[in-house]
Nanobody, 117 residues
């Protein structure tokens, strides 16, 4: 059974920083993609950043230059360093693990990030 445990959300002022962590446990294939998505009230869930176990990274345009995703593949842990936060970054942030043999996605429980103006 695969589980994802997120931590690091909270309340921060505009321009501040937060660091999110997500640790995956269980039987996980060596090649996988871990990522961060977010969902604001009344909006669809959207990609923030995703990083593969071989190091390729993709970011949403809205966070490029402000957010940095890293991972420790040996520990199946992914981090999201968020800087220069804006009120529009306020959302529930979800960790996602994608595996490909078999094809399946796992989601974390979500962590709230609130940026006050």
């Amino acid at each position: 059974q695969v589980q994802l445990v997120e931590s690091g959300g909270g309340l921060v002022q505009t321009g501040g920083s937060l660091r999110l962590s997500c640790a995956a446990s269980g039987s996980i294939p060596s090649f996988n993609i871990m990522g961060w998505y977010r969902q604001a009230p009344g909006k669809q869930r959207e990609l923030v950043a995703r990083i593969s176990s071989v190091g390729s990274i993709a970011y949403a345009d809205s966070v490029k230059g402000r957010f940095t995703a890293t991972r420790d593949s040996a520990k199946n842990t992914v981090f999201l360093q968020m800087s220069s936060l804006k009120p529009e970054d306020t959302a529930v942030y979800y960790c996602k693990l994608e595996i490909f043999i078999p094809r399946y996605d796992y989601w974390g429980q979500g962590t709230q990030v609130t940026v006050s103006s």
